[in-house]
């Protein structure tokens, strides 16, 4: 899974407007989620069937297209825990390739520019045959090959470049990857062909196998990272884990614009906290050619700001958190068309464990989130705009997801019941419930802080009403905004002792639960830990039936909800607003975002 950014978890810019007035809104099921709102031209994007297509129109030659990136990128290696953030994984994908993309419809498609095959061909052991593109080649000449995969695999093992040591707070002597899930579990990697085809065993099957060397997290290329390093080039298996550390943070610490990439565009330029400039890269190989003259990505952090720069053509395609002004502003601006849907993404308070009373006493945590009500959350901020959120009800899979199951509801968190909250306490001797909270040692409890990204409105209403519930405890909050470029920093750091952020999730639950639910896991800011809930997502993992997969990750999921880590609170609602004059931009409310297919946007023809 991915953090998402100020506003929400992503954001696109908009340049250039026709003269058509917005149509009424209209309500309707689709490949979005449990419910859309959209305006005419993106009216079929809500139709069953239609969420990978619509909005798709033949193109024309030329144009600058303007899209908003919401955070400034201050660590430019998208596998690194630090670097995984939305905007990150929306700047370098348009330049650097993955073997498999999600899809609006939260499926996933082979990137058939870069893969000709990718397929299981043994269960047991299973067996994973990559057929590379003979075509594929880094923009600076140097083919597309085994090599590459090698590297990302050393890299995301978690064992041939292992995680800096504790005494490293700079977090820049070895590899610290998002996940290791999948990538600990392969056994050999052999070329062949030439470097063309790759054939991996693994040394217990992953159920999430299509997850791997990409679906928003691209290929790096090898021999840059042998380059730099000293290493011997086309040797990526023999990297020691120093030159492997070397490359790493290579591409932490540089923009693309300092090596080789392979997309249909080419980042020209970086201005720091400002724009990328992408142009059409000569020496794609790609089936179709980029049909932009240029392509911008513009960093605007306050999202107040993003209809205006629609407005006036600074910006062509907006794609921020949706709130009630912002929506009603859009909506009166001419030529632009819109849609309201929802996706894999989840808003959630968490709970920093590594503070040692919030870490102690799961009575406390039970009784916080058991105080605090989702419903007039979501009525006092997204519901004022989208009547179908309702609250999530598990840490895994969001609703139209098969293997959704509310496993919260039961455990009474997220309704509001003071009663039952102020019982909890009580009962685990906990004194001043009400007043001013005491463990049961007679440790004063709080004061906490709850911390949100800055400029967003619904966030800090959030984190308003967690105050207002958590002082009819006894428990007082103070409020304090983050950065709108430091998310990632604070997460990493465990500087926060409530927050609240969405998730950007990819199609596999079972890597995203690795990931964010595991013990030490890459995205587990807050320290959680239980053998059971690891025994339980290692299974799922490697688990690769489908049905029992979901099964097992639910099996989880109940008693981390028991555990009280994170709250979910609901499914959020995703905004994009295009200009009429372009198209095959839509909706992808997945990992990767509306830039997922950012080599066909264009001029209507």
């Given at each position: ?270 201005v720091d906290n400002d724009h990328a400039t992408y142009v059409p890269d000569p020496k794609w190989w790609g089936a179709t050619k980029a049909p932009l003259g240029r392509l911008i990505f513009k960093v605007i952090t306050d999202a107040t700001q993003e209809p205006t720069a629609l407005r006036n053509n600074e910006v062509q395609a907006i794609y921020p ?237 109940e008693l981390m909800s028991q555990d009280a880590y994170v709250l979910p609170l609901y499914q959020k609602p995703t905004f994009l607003a295009v200009q009429t004059r372009w198209v095959n931009i839509r909706d992808n409310a997945t990992v990767v975002g509306p830039p997922y297919n950012v080599g066909a946007w264009g001029l209507k023809k």
């Amino acid at each position: 899974m991915r953090a998402p950014s100020s506003a929400l978890a992503r954001g696109l810019t908009l340049a250039a407007g026709l003269t058509l007035v917005l149509a009424a809104c209209s309500s309707g099921g689709g490949g979005g989620g449990s419910g859309s709102t959209t305006s005419a031209g993106l009216t079929s994007c809500t139709t069953a069937g239609k969420a990978n297509t619509c909005n798709s129109g033949t193109t024309k030659a030329g144009g600058t297209l303007t899209y908003v990136l919401e955070k400034n990128i201050q660590q430019w290696n998208i596998q690194d825990v630090n670097g995984n953030t939305f905007e990150n994984g929306e700047a370098v994908g348009v330049v650097l390739p993955s073997v498999f993309v999600p899809q609006p419809d939260f499926t996933v498609k082979l990137n058939s520019d870069l893969m000709v095959s990718a397929t299981q061909t043994s269960a047991s052991p299973q067996t994973i045959v990559y057929k590379i593109n003979p075509k594929a080649s880094w923009n600076d000449g140097t083919p597309i090959t085994a090599d590459d995969f090698e590297y990302y695999w050393r890299t995301n093992n978690g064992k041939d470049c292992p995680p800096p040591p504790a005494s490293d707070t700079t977090q820049t002597k070895g590899c610290l990857p998002n996940g290791t899930a999948g990538y600990e579990n392969v056994k050999t990697m052999t070329a062949s062909d030439n470097g063309k085809t790759v054939t991996m065993v693994m040394s217990k099957p992953f159920s999430d196998w299509k997850s791997l060397f990409g679906a928003g997290y691209p290929l790096y290329p090898a021999h840059v990272a042998e380059k730099v390093s000293g290493a011997k080039a086309g040797d990526a298996a023999h990297m020691t884990a120093a030159q492997l550390a070397q490359g790493w943070q290579y591409f932490q610490k540089n923009p693309p614009t300092k090596y080789a990439t392979a997309g249909p565009y080419k980042m020209q330029q970086w201005v720091d906290n400002d724009h990328a400039t992408y142009v059409p890269d000569p020496k794609w190989w790609g089936a179709t050619k980029a049909p932009l003259g240029r392509l911008i990505f513009k960093v605007i952090t306050d999202a107040t700001q993003e209809p205006t720069a629609l407005r006036n053509n600074e910006v062509q395609a907006i794609y921020p958190q949706p709130e009630v002004d912002l929506v009603n502003q859009v909506k009166d601006i001419p030529g632009v068309t819109y849609t309201i849907g929802s996706g894999l993404i989840w808003e959630h308070f968490d709970l920093n464990l590594h503070d040692p009373v919030l870490g102690k006493y799961k009575a406390l945590r039970q009784a916080m989130f058991t105080a605090i009500s989702i419903k007039d959350i979501v009525s006092k901020t997204v519901g004022q705009f989208d009547p179908h959120v309702k609250p999530l009800g598990n840490h895994n899979f969001v609703p139209g997801q098969a293997g959704y199951k509310d496993v919260i509801t039961a455990t009474g968190q997220g309704s509001g019941d003071l009663t039952k909250a102020k019982k909890l306490l009580t009962d685990a001797k906990f004194t001043g419930v009400g007043t001013a909270l005491r463990t049961p040692d007679g440790k004063a409890v709080g004061p906490f802080n709850c911390r949100y990204t800055t400029g967003n409105q619904i966030r800090q209403s959030e984190c308003q009403i967690l105050q207002s519930n958590l002082a009819s405890l006894g428990i007082k909050i103070t409020i304090q905004p983050i950065g709108a470029a430091d998310l990632g920093t604070v997460l990493a750091g465990h500087q926060y002792d409530i927050i609240v952020f969405a998730w950007v999730a990819s199609p596999f639950p079972s890597t995203g639960a690795a990931q964010n639910w595991e013990t030490g896991g890459g995205g587990n800011y807050g320290g959680y830990s239980n053998k059971q809930v690891d025994a339980l997502i290692s299974k799922a993992t490697s688990e690769t039936d489908q049905a029992k997969s979901a099964a097992l990750l639910n099996q989880a999921d109940e008693l981390m909800s028991q555990d009280a880590y994170v709250l979910p609170l609901y499914q959020k609602p995703t905004f994009l607003a295009v200009q009429t004059r372009w198209v095959n931009i839509r909706d992808n409310a997945t990992v990767v975002g509306p830039p997922y297919n950012v080599g066909a946007w264009g001029l209507k023809k």
